[in-house]
């Protein structure tokens, strides 16, 4: 059994930077076909090259084995003391592991540590993964938003 390693990314990580950059692609591929999956893309622009900036301005979470980053979480908290948690991915190879888990919960532990009341966070209607991923740590659908193109 493989113990998740997780940790805060820092803006001076360089290759962690850069295998963030291939996974948010892989994560962002993932997403293309999905119902809403357009619609999220367009309203999530990519991270792309700039991974040191967001770690500067958001809390970025890496999950590793070894060397290789397998999965990432990326969390606010706003004004309102709500953690929203903008994108988190675990690549299908290290799924099943307990890094989304482990990333999850360390994200928590952060913004609790700094006031959060609340946490907060969005899965694509079909997206089971990330769906039993939110209700193991106990988050549950409050709204469901229904969208149809005119």
């Known amino acids: 059994m493989i113990d998740p390693t997780v940790r805060r ?9 850069a295998q963030l950059e291939l996974l948010e692609r892989e994560a962002r591929a993932a997403v293309v076909g999905q119902r809403g999956g357009e619609r999220w893309l367009a309203e999530h622009p990519a991270v792309g090259a700039d991974w040191a ?28 003391r709500i953690v929203r948690v903008d994108q988190v991915w675990v690549t299908p190879a290290a799924r099943e592991l307990g890094f989304g888990d482990e990333l999850l919960a ?36 409050r709204l469901i938003t229904t ?3 005119l």
């Not at 994200?107 to 209700?135: F, M, Q, S, W």
Request: net charge negative; charged share 30%; hydrophobic share 45%.
């Open 53 to 80: 900036m967001r770690c500067a301005s958001a809390d970025v979470w890496v999950a590793h084995i070894d060397d290789v980053v397998v999965g990432y979480l990326v969390a606010e908290v706003g004004d309102d």
């Open 9 to 17: 990314a820092r803006a001076d990580d360089g290759d962690d930077l």
């Open 106 to 141: 360390q994200a928590i532990a952060a913004a609790t540590e700094r006031g959060a009341v609340a946490v907060e966070g969005e899965a694509l209607p079909g997206d089971r993964h990330t769906k039993n991923l939110y209700e193991r740590a106990g988050i549950v659908a």
């Open 147 to 149: 969208y149809r193109e």
